[in-house]
């Protein structure tokens, strides 16, 4: 009996050993944001992206059961699975042993080709180039059109005095980053391992970049977590202001009523800095304007173009009648008689978030549309 226990509990624990790595493994579901994308709940805000991956000899470092190149290899390759079924251009760069190499790309986005890009990262070799290959992303990006991100898998292991990976070498790549494409890209950074002063190099890349976000590769072992990572760099939510034009038309009760009282507000759209292109989601917002105002022929528009706070006045007043122009330009392609659309620039006037940061900017830099009755 005392035998016969003790195996039954064997059996149990045994049991209960697989059970948990079943529900573990099962866990990994990467088509979760594929149904929020389909549904609306998430819109794509991202067009571009480069993977520039560390294949330095640090790398080879242990780093729990393996080493910190297995595990930036399974986070890569989680991570590329659980990106949506969106349109991207995508790149994939090693660096180590002073050189960069683009493994894929940059072309259309695919799955298996991505992952079959990563089969030369088995091991690490030399030093980490971290600042030839973010001067390379730069190279890749060029002539690609709308937001990009950046994603470098790393230790960022930096040792002070030691003539290798440097923030004095990594933090100017990013500046002359930033300076080509503005807040058009992105850095995001994935730390492999738990090297003490890795944190003060992924600090600066981000405040450099003024965009985007690091992580630890531990912290992403759940699905959960990847989606929101995957989520952060690719996908945001649709702004209450991306719906179509808000018309509210009041019947009087009686058949000899005049004309229908009208409540309406057309929701604005926003420019990327320095740039007065229509993005890809104003794009429906101008569509909406264009159906209201072919069912509203008595109404004419202005549009007005406004700017965030960076620049001289007569550059940004300049610039918000090119934003101006451009959205009229666009509803007169949807079909509207460009008679009935005004433009007006305000440039950095009229605020419509007072502060000095990136998220106001992004507020400011707008069209706004003001219907008026034809008299």
């Known amino acids: 009996m005392k035998s016969s226990g003790l195996r039954l509990l064997l059996v149990v624990f045994l049991c209960l050993l697989f059970a948990g790595c079943a529900t573990k493994k099962a866990a990994f579901s990467p088509d979760t944001l594929d149904g929020q994308v389909k549904a609306g709940k998430l819109i794509q805000k991202t067009e571009n992206f480069v993977v520039l991956f560390d294949k330095s000899s640090s790398m080879d470092d242990p780093y729990g059961k393996s080493t910190e190149l297995a595990l930036a290899r399974e986070v890569t390759q989680r991570m590329i699975q659980t990106i949506p079924d969106i349109k991207l251009t995508a790149g994939l760069r090693d660096f180590y042993n002073d050189k960069t190499t683009l493994l894929y790309g940059m072309a259309p986005f695919d799955k298996t080709a991505f992952v079959k890009g990563m089969e030369t990262l088995q ?27 950046v994603i470098i898998v790393s230790d960022f292991e930096n040792i002070p005095g030691v003539d290798d990976l440097q923030p004095a070498k990594v933090i100017p790549s990013v500046a002359r980053l930033k300076a080509q494409y503005g807040d058009r890209v992105c850095i995001y950074t994935i730390q492999v391992g738990k090297y003490p002063r890795a ?19 531990d912290d992403l072992a759940t699905q959960a977590a990847m989606d929101a990572f995957v989520a952060k760099i690719f996908l945001t939510t649709p702004q209450p202001a991306a719906a179509a034009p808000v018309v509210e038309q009041v019947q009087e009760a009686k058949a ?9 507000e057309l929701a604005n759209i926003h420019f990327d800095f320095d740039k007065s292109a229509i993005r890809t989601p104003d794009r429906e917002i101008l569509k909406g304007h264009a159906d209201w105002l072919m069912k509203n022929k008595d109404y004419s528009l202005t549009v007005e173009g406004y700017c965030d706070e960076r ?38 006037e009229r605020p419509l978030d007072p502060g000095h940061n990136e998220a106001a900017w992004a507020k400011n830099r707008r069209a706004q549309f003001v219907p008026a009755q034809n008299k």
Request: some cysteine; overall charge negative.
């Open 123 to 149: 091991w690490g070799s030399g030093p980490t180039p971290m600042e030839k290959a973010i001067d390379g992303a730069a190279i890749d990006l060029q002539g690609k059109t709308g937001n990009s991100a």
């Open 199 to 217: 944190k003060e190099m992924t600090d600066a890349i981000r405040q450099e970049a003024k965009c985007g976000a690091d992580v630890n590769a």
């Open 256 to 264: 000899e009523a005049a004309a229908p009282a009208v409540a309406l």
């Open 311 to 348: 620049g001289t006045s007569e550059y940004n007043l300049a610039l918000g009648e090119r934003r101006a122009m451009e959205a009229k330009k666009y509803l007169v392609g949807l079909g509207i008689d460009e008679k009935t659309i005004k433009t007006i620039t305000y440039g950095s």
